[in-house]
């Protein structure tokens, strides 16, 4: 049973415009929602969250939108870079669990 | 400042071999610590979490076991290695509080078994 599904296995886009990633979720006790960015043969690293209380969150160029209705997440990256080129898995976790499920992951790539 | 650390990078092992991979989390206290599987191709898979010391919880049947001895040292064993265990392991903690707050991962280990 995936809890979190990100239905695109891969992305392209050219340096400079905007790139979407999307991810969906089944289970409607998540309240909080996170987004990472994966390198090879590295750990993921944290980009940016969004609890339930909001609908949009901002930090630089990236901005994650919550729509709770339609249990799905964005992340916006703009403008894109070469160097955003990496797998993208979002994840989710709801209070007093302690724990976080991963979807499968978005491999972005940015085309300069 | 808070740091991960997860070793070895790299490790080949044969079929039936025990198994120790290790995770210490320095510069906080009481953290929560995870054990995730990424399989080739495939998304993070959680494995283990612990609240505290000596507390193991466990998502996955399967060969393998974790341990918590000291507060930030997390650890993960097997006692006899299978094929299907390879994979890319990774160690994280969040802050003790728990409820919103990020995961942070170490960069790793790649598990190869031969």
């Known amino acids: 049973d995936q809890q979190v599904k990100q239905n695109s296995p891969s992305l392209s886009v050219q340096e400079g415009r905007i790139s979407i990633l999307n991810c969906d979720y089944t289970?409607?006790?998540?309240?909080?929602f996170l987004w990472y960015k994966k390198y090879p043969a590295e750990g993921p690293t944290f980009l940016i969250s969004?609890?339930?209380?909001?609908d949009k969150n901002e930090d630089g160029r990236f901005t994650v939108f919550l729509n709770k209705s339609a249990k799905h997440l964005s992340l916006h990256i703009v403008p894109s870079q070469p160097g955003d080129s990496a797998v993208y898995f979002c994840a989710a976790s709801s209070q007093g669990t302690y724990k976080y499920i991963f979807g499968t992951g978005t491999r972005l790539k940015v085309l300069a | 400042s808070q740091t991960i650390h997860q070793w070895p990078a790299t490790l080949v092992q044969p079929v039936g071999s025990p198994l120790s991979l290790e995770c210490t989390v320095e510069g906080t206290s009481n953290p929560n610590l995870y054990w995730y599987r990424q399989a080739a191709g495939r998304g993070l898979q959680l494995l283990f979490y612990s609240v505290g010391i000596g507390q193991i919880s466990s998502e996955v049947p399967q060969n393998l076991s974790a341990s918590r001895p000291q507060d930030r040292q997390f650890i993960l064993s097997s006692k006899k290695l299978l094929l299907s265990d390879s994979g890319f392991y990774l160690c994280?903690?969040?802050?003790?509080?728990?409820?919103?707050?990020?995961?942070?991962f170490g960069n790793g280990t790649r598990l190869t078994v031969t």
């Open positions: 994280a903690w969040s802050a003790g509080q728990g409820y919103n707050s990020p995961l942070h």
């Open positions: 969004i609890s339930s209380i909001k």
């Open positions: 289970n409607s006790m998540f309240d909080y």
